[in-house]
């Protein structure tokens, strides 16, 4: 089967309901089904960030593999990098179900998952068989618990069990469904926990993610904190509590974070602040709303090293990676850009 194939076979699936089509997509990709794309992609795309060498900027982001059950299938389909997690230390059930509602009309999902994963002992044995050298850039992602958490000593820990099987780790203080863990990106605990962390030693790039809800003065401190304490980079953005006035589905007042195209000018305009205030210290990942080049592309000239795909992958399928690539190749050389390293912040 074809990514092309796989796609058009999607909405077989759309009479299921959310949870249940995501997990036979996962179960699917393990098995292969959704194929390979073995075209060369155009050199401009190749990039270097976090000192790592990315043939493409165009990355799944972390949510949509928790347990690291489709890494190299997700790889072949065409993704630069794959970002898997949110893994805990324990294995937690999450939210009680429905938690994951498509908003069709809007382009969107709502989640309400709450860090759903079988924890970290199993996470880390199917990062340890898969084989390498991977196709592509590998990411793990890691949380706390809703239970019993100490994120000074559990997020250490997780970074330290994760990073010899990963490229890069980042640091989900985020989520809007664990009660408290957005409280953690506040100035002084964030400190607290990248001292406990020491990202330098960690002898892996560190990147944080934020949430887009975050004040507008909030923004300075914690890029600061992060550079101080050796951070690598930020992506920008997770979910947004956010409902914005323009939802028109019949899901659009369900709790949890919102994703997907209504995310997409408000993740944007986070990215570019991001952008001017770190000024070159930390490399920065945006994410939210992209389905498109063009997206994709204003995500880089916003200040995006590299760009993660969640929402638009769901609905548009493995078809869509190669979609977004072409076009971003079209894009780079319609404005004169050899590579993608030469539009980062071009328009910030």
Avoid: W
Wanted: charged share 20%.
């Amino acid at each position: 089967m074809t990514p092309s194939l796989a796609s058009a076979l999607m909405p077989l699936m759309r009479g299921l309901d959310a949870e249940t089509a995501h997990g036979l997509a996962l179960k699917a990709l393990a098995l292969g089904l959704a194929g390979r794309d073995d075209t060369t992609d155009a050199p401009s795309l190749a990039t270097r960030a976090l000192g790592l060498d990315f043939r493409n900027p165009i990355g799944l982001a972390a949510g949509f593999d928790k347990d690291a059950v489709a890494i190299l299938p997700l790889l072949r389909v065409g993704f630069g990098f794959v970002e898997a997690g949110t893994v805990t230390p324990r294995p937690q059930a999450g939210n009680p179900r429905p938690r994951l509602f498509r908003l069709t009309e809007d382009a969107a999902v709502i989640n309400r998952m709450g860090f759903n994963n079988a924890g970290l002992d199993s996470y880390l044995a199917r990062l340890r068989d898969l084989p390498r050298p991977l196709p592509g850039v590998l990411g793990a992602n890691v949380g706390v618990n809703k239970e019993g958490a100490d994120p000074e000593r559990d997020y250490p820990a997780l970074c330290r069990a994760v990073a010899p099987l990963a490229d890069y780790v980042t640091i989900n203080i985020s989520s809007p469904n664990t009660p408290g863990l957005r409280d953690l990106q506040g100035e002084a605990r964030l400190a607290s926990i990248l001292d406990a962390v020491s990202p330098p030693a960690l002898g892996k790039p560190v990147l944080v993610k934020l949430a887009p809800d975050l004040a507008e003065d909030a923004l300075t401190p914690i890029i600061e904190v992060c550079v101080t304490r050796g951070v690598a980079g930020l992506i920008i953005s997770n979910t947004t509590i956010a409902r914005p006035e323009t939802l028109r589905s019949a899901h659009k007042g369900e709790a949890g974070g919102l994703s997907g195209a209504p995310l997409f000018e408000r993740s944007t305009e986070m990215l570019a602040r991001a952008h001017r205030i770190a000024a070159g210290r930390l490399v920065l990942i945006g994410a939210g709303g992209v389905a498109t080049g063009a997206q994709a592309y204003a995500k880089i000239r916003a200040g995006a090293s590299l760009v993660q795909l969640y929402s638009g992958f769901a609905y548009g399928g493995p078809a869509l990676i190669g979609r977004i690539k072409r076009e971003l190749a079209d894009l780079l050389a319609r404005d004169g850009f050899a590579h993608v390293a030469d539009a980062v912040g071009t328009g910030a």
